[in-house]
């Protein structure tokens, strides 16, 4: 079992990657990928992913070849109007999950002012300022 846990970030990144897809389907029903064509990808990545010695390599080639392949797999299915949304998506979900970007963050770009509470903001230097216009 020990082993297993070892491998645990690759299926973290499978799992991150496979909702990712499942979620986009809302952007067009054409972007359904079952879980048995998910699977396949996945295994087919941990087989093609570059060999190494140490544990920590190899799952550091999985991880990397299983997001790339998945990802250009996925791509190809997209409306090239999708396609940089997509991507953006991706980034910003490996990049949370890896706690190298707050959700906060994501949030404030994707939301703009939108996602911040007038409570927790600086005070506004003036009155006549609406809310919206201040966030």
Sequence with gaps: ??????????????TLMYFLIAEFATCDVMYQTSLGQFNQLYELAIDNADKAAMPAKRIANIIEHMTYS??????????????????LMLTNKIQVSAKA??????????????????KSVKKKPKDWIPDKCWL
């Design 101 to 118: 970007l707050s959700l906060d963050l994501v949030n404030l770009f994707l939301k703009g002012g939108g996602s911040l509470d007038i």
């Design 70 to 87: 998945i990802y250009l797999y996925i791509q190809r299915g997209l409306f090239e109007r999708h396609k940089l949304t997509f991507a």
């Design 1 to 14: 079992t020990e082993a297993c846990e070892e491998y645990r970030p690759v299926a973290h990144r499978a």
